[in-house]
Each structure stands twice: as structure tokens, then as C-alpha cells.
């Protein structure tokens, strides 16, 4: 499969300031020098802890703000270098889908006015026309035709959900970054509104960004996972290959998945230490301060992200010295 998003360095620093003639207290190291391949067709899962960057990085592959540093290559175009006018127009092919279907839905327009807007703001079609639309994607996300003329409130989360998803998908987007889309809802309504992604993406061949913290749900949807720690990618694998993952980091996160069957023990991996501020991040890796692994080089040098096996990379001494890596990089 062929790159739709090629992610390089990126970086974004959120300054803060305080006292009262405003002077600089630092700053929030919400990404630091991501790189990341997103392949046409593909799901990618990002998971990772609060704080741990994943949904900045969603909002910077979307432009809705800015990187610092590093570019961002969709189909080919730097949209890191690209004006107002020149992204509106692509922001037909990026949509999102958000966390919560309620917040995310205006209270005081009908559900086929939500699913009209995109519509109407990219001047696509007629009267006549994005009716026409509306009614179809109503149809296309499982709701009944009466949906149309209902408010959000009349709707449970799984149909808000479906809503926001309509939307999404009104202007024949080719990307979608789902941030913890199913995470507000309900155990029993989750896998729904899985299959129906599932089922979008065969259909009309969208790419999806899944972003969430449950490696759980990121197994069951992407077709490749990749693992954030304090702005930084710690490991990225195949989904088949989850149950071989190398790095501590994503190790603890496993070990906290919990299992079905109540008569089976599991063993947690406890990470020590407090999570480091992220106006002060710790030298070397920034999972230094955590990991049972860490020595001296790994609070010194930071370590790069590299291939240890096929299209599985890690950032991690421990792994390098465990099983030795080429000199290619990610990214």
C-alpha cells in the first residue's frame, strides 16, 4: 500500500505564561519530533495515556493548529506550507469524528441539518439535491428516515454517535481521524458503531486515524498500532503482532488489558515513578524515569526510532542491545 499521510518530525510546543506582566513559565511539549506513515486504505491505531499527545496530533494532521517544527505530506502536498484557501479546499478529504457524540452535535439543529452543514459551507449541490444527500447518509449510518427532523437530545449516544458519523462522511472524505469515538458509549453499542466504521471503509475506501487509549478496541479496528509516551512514539507494530511487542512501555499497557475469563490470573506489569511534567521532560528516552530496563544511556541519549523486525519499529536501548537493528529509520 501506497503513503496517504507521511508524518515527519513534527513538533508542537504550547507556551505558557504567567505573572503579572505575562513573561514565558515555559512550555507543554505536546508532540517532540513525531514520525509517522498512514497508508491509503489502512486503519492506524494511536494509543497511548492522558496527556500522552495522540489527539494534538490528530488536530496538527488536520490543520486546525499549527506545527512548530516538521512537515505533514497528504497525498504528496506539504499542507504544513499551504494558505487558508488552499486547505479549505482539502479539508473535503479530512474529516473527524469525535469523542463525544453529544458536545459534538449543535443542540439547536435537526439531524438533517447537522448532516446538511458540510454541504452547505463547501456550496455542494442544490436544495433539492443535499436533501437527497442527507437522506442517503441517514440511511447509509443505520438511522430511521424520521431521523431527519429529530433533534440530538431525542437520540441515545449510539445514534448521536451515528450522527457525527454521517457527517464525517457527507463530502466523500478520503481520511478519517476518530478520536476515542466509541469511548462515551456504552460497552454493548461500541461494537456497532465499530462494524459500521468497518463497513464505511469497505465501501467507500476511507483511511482511518483511530485514536484511543484502550489497546483493546485499537486491536479489533487497525490494521497497525502505534504507541505515544509524553509526545513522543514509543513503538509502532502490526496488529497481529501485539502479542510480541518488545518496548516496556507498550508491554505495561498490555498488561493492563484486562481478560474475559475471571478463573485466568494475568500478570500486571506495575510501571513505578510519577509521570514527568511535560514542561520538563527528563533527558534521554522520556520513559527513563519509569522503566525497570533504564541505565545511564538511556537517561543520557535519546534513542531513535528504528526497525526491529518487519515494519515493527521501536525507540528503545533495551531493544537495540536485545536484538540488533539496522540503521534505517522511520519515517
Same mark, same amino acid.
Given at each position: ?7 515527519? &518530525?513534527?513538533?508542537?510546543?504550547? @507556551? ?15 508532540? &517532540? ?6 497508508? #491509503? ?21 488536520? $490543520?486546525?493548529?499549527? *506545527? ?19 486547505? $479549505? =479546499?482539502? +479539508?473535503? !478529504?479530512? !474529516? ?9 452535535? %449543535? ?18 449541490? %442544490?436544495? #433539492?439535491? $443535499?436533501?437527497?444527500? /442527507? +437522506?442517503?447518509?441517514?440511511?447509509? /449510518? ?41 469511548? *462515551?458509549?456504552? /460497552?454493548?453499542? +461500541? ?10 471503509? *469497505? =465501501? ?19 490494521? +497497525? ?22 518496548? @516496556? ?36 528516552? /522520556? ?15 535519546? @534513542? ?10 521501536? *525507540?528503545?536501548?533495551?531493544? %537495540?542491545?536485545?536484538? @540488533? ?7
Amino acid at each position: 500500500m501506497t503513503d496517504l499521510i507521511k508524518i515527519k &518530525n513534527i513538533v508542537k510546543l504550547f @507556551p505558557l505564561t504567567g505573572g503579572f506582566f505575562g513573561k514565558s513559565a515555559g512550555a507543554v511539549h505536546a508532540v &517532540n519530533g513525531v514520525s509517522l506513515d498512514i497508508k #491509503k486504505g489502512e486503519t492506524l491505531g494511536l494509543v497511548g495515556e492522558s496527556g500522552s499527545g495522540k489527539s494534538t496530533l490528530g488536530m496538527l494532521i488536520l $490543520r486546525l493548529i499549527d *506545527a512548530d517544527e516538521g512537515n505533514i505530506i497528504f497525498d504528496g502536498q506539504d499542507i504544513t506550507k499551504m494558505n487558508q484557501k488552499e486547505m $479549505r =479546499k482539502l +479539508r473535503k !478529504q479530512m !474529516q473527524v469524528i469525535f469523542q463525544d457524540p453529544y458536545a459534538s452535535l %449543535n443542540p439547536r439543529m435537526t439531524v438533517g441539518e447537522i448532516v446538511e452543514e458540510p454541504l452547505l459551507v463547501h456550496k455542494i449541490g %442544490n436544495k #433539492k439535491e $443535499r436533501m437527497d444527500r /442527507v +437522506r442517503e447518509l441517514i440511511s447509509l /449510518v443505520g438511522l430511521a428516515k424520521d431521523a431527519q427532523g429529530k433533534y440530538p437530545h431525542e437520540f441515545s449516544g449510539g445514534q448521536r454517535q451515528r450522527v457525527g458519523i454521517a457527517r464525517a462522511i457527507a463530502l466523500n472524505p478520503r481520511f478519517i481521524i476518530a478520536d476515542e469515538p466509541v469511548s *462515551a458509549l456504552d /460497552v454493548s453499542i +461500541r461494537g456497532e458503531i465499530i462494524n459500521l466504521m468497518n463497513d464505511l471503509q *469497505a =465501501k467507500f475506501g476511507l483511511t482511518y486515524l483511530f485514536i484511543s487509549h484502550d489497546l483493546t478496541i485499537v486491536a479489533h479496528t487497525s490494521s +497497525r498500532i502505534a504507541v505515544m509516551y509524553l509526545g513522543r512514539l514509543m513503538e509502532s507494530f502490526p496488529s497481529t503482532m501485539m502479542n510480541a511487542v518488545l518496548h @516496556p512501555y507498550t508491554q505495561a499497557l498490555l498488561s493492563a488489558v484486562p481478560i474475559p475469563d475471571p478463573t485466568l490470573k494475568k500478570k500486571r506489569i506495575i510501571l513505578s515513578g510519577d509521570i514527568p511534567s511535560p514542561l520538563k521532560l527528563p533527558g534521554g528516552c /522520556v520513559f527513563n524515569t519509569r522503566c525497570k530496563y533504564a541505565n545511564e544511556r538511556c537517561r543520557e541519549e535519546m @534513542p531513535l526510532f528504528k526497525e526491529y523486525a518487519d515494519n515493527c519499529f521501536a *525507540a528503545c536501548h533495551y531493544i %537495540n542491545e536485545m536484538k @540488533p537493528l539496522g540503521s534505517s529509520t522511520h519515517g
